[in-house]
C-alpha cells in the first residue's frame, strides 16, 4: 500500500504539495471503502443467492422482481430497514447496546484486510495473514455478548450464551485444521500458500496430504459453526430462542448483523479456498497471476468461493438443527481431536519428507 | 392441571430411560473452582404467548438452569370463544360453524362428531352416501392434517424445507376440500342429518390423484425427517411418555399409540362407517430407533397412519353406493329429552362430545372434551429436566392446536 502510494506522488506534482502523512491516510481511507464496498456488495449478493437458491428447493421462486433476476433485492431490502423505527429498549443498556452491531461487522470486515482476492489484489499482504484472519474474526464475539448483555433480555441472554460457547470452542478445531496446511506449506502467508498449489489440479493442498485431506473437511465443518449456520445456527435458532442475540435490534442495526454473518459466509468460503483448493489457480497449468489474467484468476477464486457458499446453503436448507450440547459433544470428541491427529500427521510428514 | 411445585426430573415409572440430560454443575462446585462465591439464580423465562414454536397462543412459563428446564407451566386461555356456551344458547342447526373453529386444521372430523352426537340424540338415521362421503372427507382431512404437523415438526427441529414441502401437497387437499364446500380450513359442510354436497366423478378422479401424490412424496418427506440423522439425535429417547403415564394423563391419539397403548377410536369403538373399513393401527413397535413413546415415535405413527387414511379412502371411493346424501328433518328440530356422549378420532387424539337435551330448540348442556387439551398438559411431567431445546421438540410432537385447547 505505501509503495503504491509513494509511486502515485512521485507521478504527480500536484500530490507533492500535499503533506505525505493526509495521502496515507486518505489513500488507506478510500482503499478501506473500496474493500468494505466490495464486501457488502458481496454479502448483499449472497442474501440473493441464498434466497433464490432455498426457492429452488423449497419449489417456490424467491426474489425476482428487483433487478434482472432479483439481483438487486438487497438494496430495496436495505432500504426497507433504513426506513424502519430504530427501536432501542427502554431496559437496555443504550451506549453498548447501540456499538455491539459495529463491532461484529468490524471483525468481519478487518479479516478482508489480509484475504488476498488474487495475485497481489491484496491489502495488506501480512506475513502472518492466516493467524491475522482467524484471530480477527474472534472479535466478533465480543461484540455478540455487547448485544445479548445490552439487550437486558432473556431470549438475548440464553443466545448470547449459547453463541460465546460455540464460537470460542469452534474455533479451536478452525485453527488447527488450518494449521495442517500452514506446517505442510511453511507459511503463514495467504499468497505464498496460495503460490505452492499452482499448476494441475493434484498440486492443491487438499490432494496433497492425508493430512490436509481430512483438515478441509474439518476446517469447512467448523467454519460452518464458526458462522451459526445450519445445522448449527443455535444461538439464534428461532424456534426455541426466537432470535437469540439480536432478538431486540431493529431496523439498520439489526441490518448489520445480517451483512456481518454473509460477509463471514463469504469470508470462511475464499478462505477455504485459498487454503485448500488453489485459490485464484484454476487447476491446470495456466497462468493467472500477471498482467490482466489477475481479473480471471480473481473469477477462479470467486467462482470457487461460490461453490462454497452452494454447499453451506444446500446443507442449511436440508438438515434440522444439532441440539446444543451434541453441537459441543462434536466440538470436543470429534472435530477436535480429529484436527490434532491431522496436524501431528502433518507435522510428521514434513520431519519425514523435510515438507516436499 | 397440577400446581407449580417443580416436577422430579426423571419420571419416577419403571422401565424409562430418562432422556439423555447433561450433567448440571452446581453453583458450590464452580464457587470452589473460581475461589470465590458465585451467586446463581434461576432464569424464569415467558416462552410465548408471541413465541415460533408454540404453535398459536400458548404462555408456557418455564424455569431454567442455563439451558435446562428445572419446571414449567402452561398458561391457557388466550384463545378462549366460549365455544361450549355458544353451543347451549344456539340452536343445533347453527352451533356446527363454531366445532370447526375449534380445531381449525381437522375441521371435519370436528363436525363430523358433532353431528353423530346430535343425530344419536334426535334418532335421525343418515343416508348411506352421506355416511361414505363423510368417511372420505374425514380421511383426506387427517391425510392434511398429518402431513401438515409433519411439516411443522420439521420447522420446530430446524429444518425448514421439509416444511414447505408438505405445505405444497397439504395444499391439494384443502384445494379438495374447497371444492366440496368452499372454503379453505372451515367447511361447515357435514350437516345434522347428512352432507351438504355430493362428490362429483371429476371430484373423485382429483382425490385419487391427491393420494397417489402424496403416497408418493411420503419417502421424501422421510427422507428429509425420520430418516435423517440429525432428526433421529434431536427425537429419540426425548420427551418420553410411557404407556402408563399416557393413559392416566388422558393423552390419546397418535400420542397414545406412540407410547405402545394399541387404541384408535375408529377401530375400537367405531362410529359412521368405520366398521366397514379394517385397517391396520399403527402402534409403536419396539424395534425402532429410540424408546418407545419417545419424540420420533410419534412422528412415526403420524407418518404410518397417512398410508393407512390413504388405503382407507381408496376403498371407500370405491364402494361409494349411490343416493341421497340428507335425510329428511324437520324445520325446528327438537330433539327428546336424554344425553348422549359420542368420541370420535380426530387427527390429534380422541374428541368427545357429550350433550344433553331437555327436549327444547337449544341443548341443556354441550360439553367438548379436546385431546390437544389433555395432550399439552403431560408436558409438566415430561419435561422438566430436559433441554430447552428438547422441550420444543416436545410439545411440536404432541402436535397442538391452540384452538381446540382453549375451545
Known sequence: MKELLDRLVEGSSLLQAVPRGLVYTTGILLA??????????????????????????????????????????FLADGVKLLAKEDVIPSSADRGVFVIAPYIVFAG?????????????????????????????????????????????????????????????????PLAISALTVAVLAGTLNLTDIVA???????????????????????????????????????????????????????GFRFAIFFLAEYAGMFLFALLTAILFCGGWHLGVPVDLTSGLARAAGFLVLFLKACAFLFVMIWVRWSLPRYRVDKVMYLCYKVLLPWSVVALVVAALQVLLTGGR | MSGSEPVPAVPAVPGVVAPATPPVVDASELSSLVGQ????????????????????????????????????????????????KIGESLPYYQWLPYVDRMDYLAAINNEHGACLAIERLGGIVVPERAEYVRLILAEVQRVASHIFAM?????????ITPFLHTFRERERGLDLLDHIAGGRLLYHVVRIGGVKRDLSPEWIDECHAFLDAVERRLPEYNALLLDNHI??????GIGVITGKQAVAWGVTGPALRASGVDWDCRRDAPYGIYDRFPFEVPVAPSGLAGTVGDCFHRHWVRFKEVEQSISIVRRALRALPPGE??????????????????RVENPRGELAYYAVSEGAEKPWRMRC????????????????????????ALMGSLDIVLGEVDR
Open chain 1, 32 to 73: 478501506c471503502s473500496g474493500v468494505l464496498l466490495l464486501v457488502s456488495l458481496f454479502a448483499g449478493e449472497i442474501v440473493w443467492m441464498e434466497r433464490r437458491i432455498s426457492g429452488r428447493m423449497q419449489a417456490r421462486i424467491g426474489p425476482n422482481r428487483v433487478g434482472p433476476q432479483g439481483l438487486l433485492q
Open chain 1, 108 to 172: 468481519v470486515f478487518a479479516a478482508f484486510a489480509a484475504v488476498p482476492l488474487g495475485a497481489g489484489l491484496v491489502p495488506a499482504d501480512l506475513p502472518f495473514g492466516l493467524f491475522y484472519v482467524l484471530a480477527i474474526t474472534s472479535v466478533e464475539v465480543v461484540g455478540v455478548i455487547m448485544a445479548g448483555w445490552a439487550s437486558n433480555s432473556k431470549w438475548s441472554i440464553l443466545g448470547t450464551m449459547r453463541e460465546v460457547a460455540q464460537v470460542i470452542s469452534y474455533e479451536m
Open chain 1, 196 to 250: 505452492q498449489q499452482s499448476g494441475w489440479v493434484w498440486n492443491w493442498w487438499v490432494f496433497r496430504s492425508p493430512a490436509t485431506f481430512v483438515g478441509f473437511f474439518l476446517f469447512f465443518t467448523a467454519a460452518l459453526a464458526a458462522l451459526k449456520r445450519a445445522p448449527f445456527d443455535l444461538p439464534e435458532a428461532e424456534s426455541e430462542l426466537v432470535a437469540g442475540f439480536h432478538t431486540e435490534y431493529t
Open chain 2, 37 to 84: 462465591s458465585l451467586r446463581t439464580e434461576e432464569l424464569v423465562v415467558n416462552m410465548g404467548p408471541q413465541h415460533p414454536s408454540t404453535h398459536g397462543v400458548l404462555r408456557v412459563v418455564i424455569k431454567t438452569d442455563g439451558e435446562v428446564v428445572t419446571a414449567l407451566q402452561p398458561h391457557i386461555g388466550n384463545l378462549h370463544r366460549c365455544a361450549e
Open chain 2, 151 to 159: 411439516g411443522v415438526y420439521g420447522l420446530d427441529i430446524g429444518a
Open chain 2, 231 to 236: 432428526f433421529q439425535e434431536r427425537t429419540c
Open chain 2, 325 to 342: 346424501i340428507m335425510a329428511k328433518l324437520p324445520k325446528t328440530f327438537k330433539p327428546p329429552k336424554g344425553e348422549v356422549f359420542v
Open chain 2, 369 to 392: 372434551r379436546g385431546p390437544s387439551f389433555s395432550n399439552i398438559a403431560v408436558v409438566t411431567e415430561i419435561a422438566p429436566g430436559t433441554l430447552i431445546a428438547d422441550l420444543v
